[in-house]
């Protein structure tokens, strides 16, 4: 969808920009309570090599994954804005900070690295 939405010049709006806790540092415990479901456990169990990878680069970043999670998006050109749900005051002021937080282009490729898309049209899907 993305590569159609850039031709046309349509932005995109993501919903649950942090996957529902995955990239809220759910393996370090920052998804308290609902970090605990067991669709969310499935996922973590799925996908823990890369979630450690994006958790080590976050701490390198000395930021919170969330908040790399919601810049990693808003620094890509279709992105005009994102749903974050923050469920607490302090989360929200943590999500505001992310329009300003500056990824350098070495951190967006790795970010890219750990959670590639499916890639361009039409090659990338199988009809």
Known sequence: MIPALRHYGVGLIPYG???SGLL???LRG???????????Q??????RPQ???????????GEAPALVALAW????PIVTAVISGPRAVVQLRE???APSL??????????????PGPGEAPGAYAW
């Open 42 to 47: 499935r996922r973590v169990a799925e996908l």
């Open 17 to 19: 920009p942090i996957g």
């Open 102 to 115: 500056n990824l350098s282009n070495e951190t967006l490729t790795r970010l890219d690295k750990i959670w």
């Open 73 to 76: 998006l808003l620094h890509n």
């Open 51 to 61: 979630l450690e990878a994006y958790e080590a680069l976050c701490d390198e970043l």
């Open 30 to 40: 920052a998804a308290q309570g609902h970090g605990s479901s067991t669709p969310l």
């Open 24 to 26: 809220a540092g759910v």
């Open 95 to 97: 999500n505001l900070k």
